[in-house]
């Protein structure tokens, strides 16, 4: 996050090893064996390093929360395939990195080294030629390939239901018990709504949903048109998007903020060597935020997770409460040879090239966050990606202590200890389910778009 001359404490960053995945389907039978592969000698080792750097109070910083999603292996059909050792240089070609819902699956042990980073074998043979034909075609050289929305809504993505790699005080719930608990639903409306239970008291966490995007992607374009996001102490919600071998396959947080700020930070999360020009800030809306290491550095172990993150002060009603006041608006994040790319359009700006389907960034305008790929090849340290939708409660970021009680920072004037009257954000989720009534998320749709000639 942007600090500008405020000295915040160092959050403790707590690191699990990262399974390999890229969400097509959720492997049930790796349930059990996720809490032992957690307690993993290599976990043990980054903890340490990180809990070291939890002495040094007076480092300025961007977010710090560890969000190793913890993957679970998966191919196409829930089969856990055996360690791949496929792999080909990066490039800036895209032909053929569109899976129809697959991807390689590799043993978390096999991450390359962050010296040599290495692109993912594609999953798919058809190119992005061929899905042109046969997908609905654009005037504006982007085609759809895959749009999300109404009763098919939930068709598309798999459920996580483990527990939160983030440490929040939260219980993700599975497809039938989100359903049967009215924590997922199509209202009237047409549009799926993912909530936070408001029971008033609970025990261990209280519950929420998490879902994985089956398609694969290495490049693109993603609309996310929502009316709704959730928003208040002790929220964390996100809609982002990560490969395997987290973070060499790259995360990208699109849409992210906790507790009760008003404004959306951006954030790019990679293995080593993916860094940003001193004059990116004069092509963006946002601004790169300030923290205790390197800003142009977007490699997360060697910032302690800091990456590179973009922070839009600007922007009037991109984030929580002010999102929902008008009736939220359209995300886009293009995913391309240029780099990686972030608008937002408010409901009543919303571009008719995105109403028709046919997305012409080129004439957006400036965007909220551009990260270039000048000195970060977008298909090297990004690849096989997936979209997570999801509300934490909580965690490594929004219940941290130096965050819980701070005020003046991201739009939130009054600290959440203030607002709330409880001195720890656990204590105030697990007794207060009715202060969640506006957690929760209402999506119209998630639309892929590919290029044949852009990405």
Same mark, same amino acid.
């Given at each position: 996050?942007? =600090?500008?001359?405020?000295?915040? $404490?160092?959050?403790?960053?707590?690191?699990?090893?990262?399974?390999?995945?890229?969400?097509?389907? =959720?492997? !049930? @039978?790796?349930?059990?064996?996720?809490?032992?592969?957690?307690?993993?000698?290599?976990?043990?080792?980054?903890?340490?390093?990180?809990? %070291?750097?939890?002495?040094?109070?007076?480092?300025?910083?961007?977010?710090?929360?560890?969000?190793?999603?913890?993957?679970?292996?998966?191919?196409?059909?829930?089969?856990?395939?055996?360690?791949?050792?496929?792999?080909?240089?990066?490039?800036?070609?895209?032909?053929?990195?569109?899976?129809?819902?697959?991807?390689?699956?590799?043993?978390?042990?096999?991450?390359?080294?962050?010296?040599?980073?290495?692109?993912?074998?594609?999953?798919?043979?058809?190119?992005?030629?061929?899905?042109?034909?046969?997908?609905?075609?654009?005037?504006?050289?982007?085609?759809?390939?895959?749009?999300?929305? %109404?009763?098919?809504?939930?068709? @598309?993505?798999?459920?996580?239901?483990?527990?939160?790699?983030?440490?929040?005080?939260?219980?993700?719930?599975?497809?039938?018990?989100?359903?049967?608990?009215?924590?997922?639903?199509?209202?009237?409306?047409?549009?799926?709504?993912?909530?936070?239970?408001?029971?008033?008291?609970?025990?261990?966490?209280?519950?929420?949903?998490? &879902?994985?995007?089956?398609?694969?992607?290495?490049?693109?374009?993603?609309?996310?048109?929502?009316?709704?996001? !959730?928003? %208040?102490?002790?929220?964390?919600?996100?809609?982002?998007?990560?490969?395997?071998?987290? $973070?060499?396959?790259?995360?990208?947080?699109?849409?992210?903020?906790?507790?009760?700020?008003?404004?959306?930070?951006?954030?790019?999360?990679?293995?080593?060597?993916?860094?940003?020009?001193?004059?990116?800030?004069?092509?963006?809306?946002?601004?790169?935020?300030?923290?205790?290491?390197?800003?142009?550095?977007?490699?997360?172990?060697?910032?302690?997770?800091?990456?590179?993150?973009?922070?839009?002060?600007?922007?009037?009603?991109?984030?929580?409460?002010?999102?929902?006041?008008?009736? %939220?608006?359209?995300?886009?994040?293009?995913?391309?040879?240029?780099? =990686?790319?972030?608008?937002?359009?408010?409901?009543?700006?919303?571009?008719?090239?995105?109403?028709?389907?046919?997305?012409?960034?080129?004439?957006?305008?400036?965007?909220?966050?551009?990260?270039?790929?000048?000195?970060?090849?977008?298909?090297?340290?990004?690849?096989?990606?997936?979209?997570? =939708?999801?509300?934490?409660?909580?965690?490594?970021?929004?219940?941290?202590?130096?965050?819980?009680?701070?005020?003046? #920072?991201?739009?939130?004037?009054?600290?959440?200890?203030?607002?709330?009257? #409880?001195?720890?954000?656990?204590?105030?989720?697990?007794?207060?389910?009715?202060?969640?009534?506006?957690? #929760?998320?209402?999506?119209?749709? &998630?639309?892929?778009?590919?290029?044949?000639?852009? &990405?």
């Amino acid at each position: 996050m942007h =600090i500008s001359n405020i000295i915040l $404490p160092l959050l403790t960053l707590s690191v699990t090893t990262p399974l390999t995945a890229s969400a097509a389907h =959720i492997n !049930p @039978h790796h349930k059990k064996s996720l809490a032992a592969q957690h307690e993993l000698p290599k976990q043990v080792k980054r903890e340490n390093v990180l809990a %070291g750097t939890h002495k040094n109070k007076v480092k300025r910083l961007v977010k710090k929360k560890k969000r190793a999603t913890c993957q679970v292996k998966f191919n196409a059909t829930s089969i856990v395939t055996a360690p791949s050792t496929a792999s080909e240089t990066a490039s800036l070609t895209n032909v053929g990195n569109w899976a129809n819902a697959t991807s390689t699956a590799t043993d978390s042990n096999s991450a390359s080294s962050s010296s040599t980073q290495q692109q993912q074998q594609p999953s798919s043979t058809t190119s992005a030629a061929a899905q042109a034909t046969t997908s609905s075609t654009s005037s504006s050289g982007w085609f759809k390939v895959e749009e999300w929305s %109404g009763n098919s809504f939930f068709d @598309h993505v798999n459920f996580w239901e483990w527990n939160d790699p983030t440490h929040g005080t939260v219980d993700y719930l599975n497809r039938g018990d989100a359903w049967n608990s009215g924590l997922i639903s199509i209202n009237s409306n047409n549009r799926a709504v993912l909530a936070v239970d408001t029971t008033q008291q609970v025990s261990g966490g209280r519950k929420s949903v998490r &879902v994985h995007g089956n398609r694969i992607f290495t490049g693109g374009l993603v609309l996310f048109d929502a009316y709704h996001m !959730p928003t %208040g102490c002790g929220t964390w919600p996100a809609w982002w998007q990560n490969g395997p071998n987290w $973070p060499e396959g790259g995360e990208i947080d699109i849409l992210e903020g906790v507790n009760s700020f008003g404004q959306n930070q951006v954030s790019l999360h990679t293995g080593n060597g993916c860094s940003m020009p001193n004059t990116m800030n004069n092509n963006q809306i946002g601004q790169l935020t300030t923290g205790g290491f390197d800003s142009y550095n977007c490699a997360s172990y060697a910032t302690s997770n800091q990456g590179c993150g973009v922070r839009d002060e600007k922007t009037q009603n991109a984030y929580g409460a002010g999102f929902n006041s008008i009736g %939220g608006g359209v995300y886009a994040m293009r995913w391309s040879k240029a780099g =990686i790319t972030v608008w937002f359009f408010p409901r009543n700006a919303i571009p008719s090239d995105i109403n028709n389907d046919e997305p012409n960034p080129s004439s957006w305008g400036t965007p909220m966050a551009h990260f270039p790929s000048d000195n970060c090849n977008p298909y090297q340290f990004f690849y096989d990606n997936f979209n997570i =939708i999801n509300t934490s409660l909580c965690g490594d970021w929004a219940g941290a202590d130096s965050v819980w009680n701070y005020a003046g #920072y991201a739009g939130q004037d009054q600290s959440c200890a203030a607002q709330t009257g #409880y001195s720890t954000c656990s204590d105030y989720v697990l007794n207060s389910g009715s202060s969640f009534s506006e957690a #929760y998320w209402e999506v119209s749709y &998630v639309k892929y778009f590919n290029s044949t000639t852009e &990405v």
